[in-house]
Each structure stands twice: as C-alpha cells, then as structure tokens.
C-alpha cells in the first residue's frame, strides 16, 4: 500500500527554467513532509521540509508548496540548473514515526 | 548540521560470511535509527526501527534474524547482515531523527548509506 506517491517517473527541463515535482499523499494523520535529492550511488540527501501547519516553506531556489485538503505537496526549483539534475523523492510522516517514500521523479535539467 | 555517518561506505564479501554496517550520529543523540534498504530503481524501503536499549522493530518480511540490528548507545545503531547471500546486495542506509527533551525531533538525517555486494 503506497502511501506516498509520485506519479511522474522522470522529468526534463531547460536550464534556467522552473521545475515542478509532484507528490500525492493518503494518510491524512501525516504531518511532516520531506523532500531528498539523490545522486546516483550515492544516499539521499535532505533538501527541504515542511510541517503540516505551514502551506509554503522556501529556502533559496527551493520552495515546497503543501495542499492539505488536496493531500498533495510539490516542490518548486527556479531557475533549474544542470547540477539539479537527480532522483527526488518526497517523503512524510507522523512526527517522530517511520518515514513513508514516494518512487521518486528522476529530474533531468538540460543545458 | 546534524552529520549521520555510516562505515563502511562500501563492502564486498563472499556468499555465506556476516557483514556488519555501522550508523553513527556525529553530534546528536538518536533514541530512534531507522534503517532502509534500495533496490534499484525503486525507493528506501524501511527494514527495521532501531531503538536505543530495546529489540529493534522489524517490518513484515524482514528476517530479524538475518539482519541484526543492536542500538547500543545515543549515537550508534548497527545493522549486520548474517550469512550474506548474492541477492543481499543492495544499498543500505540509517536514519536518525534527534532528540529534544528526550523526544524525537522532526528532522532526519539520513547516512550516506553502505554498498553491499555480495559475491
């Protein structure tokens, strides 16, 4: 049962323009989400987070947007650049509790 | 920031012999590690829930007694693959959440994860 998802396997944008990645959720108990960035054979990284009180957190050309009533986060990258090229997963949970993964969306950003 | 490290970063072994994984919290204390398994091309899938001073918690289909998991202290859980087989090999990486007030914060930080290939 996923209970975290991101319905877009892959994504390709022009450098210098926005990125948008996806992520759907169902269990309405979660109330931290985070996003990690992945390099190939390398852990994730953490890149951004947002509790449930917020709808908007930013952190340089990194903002995640959270619609509770829609169970659905995404997460903005602008302007894209080539290095942001990765596997981005979304992931949440109940605060202190195991963290539920999206597949992740593998970003391609072209130059 | 927090640091999570993990040793070794790779191991190859052969089929058969027991390889143990560290996770350490550099400058935290973790009541809670988690550790997570990748296949590839496909997400973290959480094996178990280790907790300082008490059996780790498995999830469905996980053997407990294949992949040991002893958090022994704040800041070091460990994860040993016994009697390690070809298809044991993946990427492992640990988690840890810190503590405040003796309660789990929301951040985590994960390690940078250990490649095991099994021969």
């Known amino acids: 049962d996923q209970q975290v998802k991101q319905n877009s396997p892959s994504l390709s944008v022009q450098e210098g323009r926005i990125s948008i990645l996806n992520c759907d959720y169902t269990n309405s108990m979660f109330d931290y989400f985070l996003w990690y960035k992945k390099y190939p054979a390398e852990g994730p990284t953490f890149l951004i987070s947002i509790s449930s009180i917020k709808d908007k957190n930013e952190d340089g050309r990194f903002t995640v947007f959270l619609n509770k009533s829609a169970k659905h986060l995404s997460l903005h990258i602008v302007p894209s650049q080539p290095g942001d090229s990765a596997v981005y997963f979304c992931a949440a949970s109940v605060t202190g509790n195991q963290f539920y993964f999206g597949t992740g969306t593998s970003l391609t950003v072209i130059p | 920031g927090a640091v999570v490290s993990q040793h070794p970063s790779r191991v190859i072994c052969k089929s058969g012999t027991s390889v143990k994984i560290e996770c350490r919290s550099l400058?935290?204390?973790?009541?809670?590690m988690f550790w997570y398994r990748q296949f590839p091309k496909q997400s973290l899938m959480l094996m178990a829930t280790?907790?300082?001073?008490?059996?780790?918690?498995?999830e469905q289909g996980v053997e407990k007694d294949k992949f040991l998991i002893n958090h022994a202290s704040l800041t070091l859980s460990t994860l040993t693959v016994t009697s390690a087989h070809p298809e044991d090999s993946s990427f492992y990486i640990c988690?840890?959440?810190?503590?405040?007030?003796?309660?789990?914060?929301?951040?985590?930080?994960f390690g940078p994860g250990t490649r095991l290939t099994v021969l």
């Open positions: 988690s840890a959440s810190s503590t405040s007030g003796g309660a789990a914060t929301d951040t985590q930080y």
């Open positions: 280790s907790n300082e001073g008490s059996k780790a918690t498995y």
């Open positions: 400058d935290f204390q973790a009541t809670t």
